[in-house]
């Protein structure tokens, strides 16, 4: 049951349980990238929590989504438990560390990990269960789990109106404690603007879309607004065309990271050691579990860093 898999085995239906929160579910892309990779022709399903759903429901890579929602009654869980079992999977991989595996039939499966272990980032806490079931694991460089659509690519530039070399910046976040002031990512707009002539794209969900209107009051015009108006995938299409992002703690800094797009990442409550940015390129700027000290300048500073080592926007 605990055996390890070559490249040379024969897999045709893999099982990948992911998370459930937005930024969670990326972090645990890579994994997703490897298995494809690595097993070209495998139909690989997915389980993620109800809130990551449009991540990967039409992802042409993903042969099946199973939406697990802990919150149904035991009777539609045990439903769904049932048509997961029916597909007597090659491999289940299971990045919850619970006893999923267990429940659907699988021929290889991770096993849950007891006990504490080192600190690590959790991309790579989850990179390091595929090491239970597969040999010689490698990341893989293929961007395949965030799928964009060519009518997503295209509805994303329409959005920006004709904008490229842009900074975005994503003052939003899921808990009010990982948020920076609106105020203060107003200023660092207006500092973009004058000392790099830099365009600027806010982005988010519905919820920021009322954080980015009262940004752009407090004095930061010329601004594209374009919170709320993407799903997940064109959101991607977005930072795509990206030059630097400026963000939260949140579900965008890792959609950026994993696009390996410059990141700029607040820190407060949370652990970067954890969960900050993994781009090549990422600046972690953070002043205790208070967001409030983290100051205008700091971020500042290290916009000038990033500039003076790239080629002016």
């Not at 660092?188 to 009051?217: H, T």
């Not at 004095?219 to 064109?234: C, D, E, F, R």
Request: hydrophobic share 40%; with cysteine.
């Amino acid at each position: 049951m605990f055996s390890r898999l070559s490249s040379k085995s024969k897999v045709e239906k893999i099982l990948l349980v992911s998370l459930t929160n937005i930024g969670d579910v990326i972090l645990t892309f890579p994994v997703f990238d490897v298995l494809r990779e690595r097993f070209p022709e495998a139909e690989i399903s997915v389980v993620v929590g109800p809130k990551a759903r449009s991540l990967l429901e039409d992802n042409p890579h993903v042969y099946r989504l199973y939406v697990y929602d802990k919150r149904a009654s035991v009777k539609e869980q045990w439903r769904w438990l049932r048509s997961v079992r029916s597909q007597d999977f090659d491999l289940v991989v299971d990045l919850r560390n619970s006893m999923m595996p267990f429940l659907v039939k699988g021929r290889v499966l991770t096993r849950p990990v007891l006990g504490c272990k080192p600190k690590c980032h959790m991309k790579d806490k989850h990179m390091g269960r595929l090491d239970l079931v597969l040999k010689d694991v490698t990341p893989s460089r293929s961007r395949l789990a965030l799928y964009v659509s060519s009518s997503d690519e295209k509805y994303a530039h329409g959005l920006l109106k004709g904008r490229k070399d842009y900074v975005v910046l994503a003052p939003g976040a899921a808990d009010d404690r990982k948020r920076w002031s609106e105020e203060r990512f107003a200023e660092i707009g207006k500092y973009l603007m004058r000392n790099y002539k830099a365009g600027i794209v806010i982005v988010g969900d519905k919820n920021d879309a009322k954080i980015a209107e009262r940004l752009l009051k407090n004095g930061s015009q010329g601004i594209v607004n374009i919170a709320g108006q993407t799903n997940l995938p064109q959101l991607g299409a977005v930072l795509k065309g990206a030059k630097l992002a400026i963000t939260n703690d949140s579900g965008i800094m890792h959609m950026a990271s994993y696009l390996n797009i410059p990141v700029i990442a607040l820190f407060g409550p949370t652990d970067p050691e954890c969960y900050g940015p993994w781009s090549g390129n990422r600046y972690v700027l953070r002043q205790g579990p208070s967001m409030e000290k983290i100051q205008v300048a700091d971020v500042c500073s290290a916009i000038d860093d990033w500039f003076h080592g790239h080629a002016a926007i």
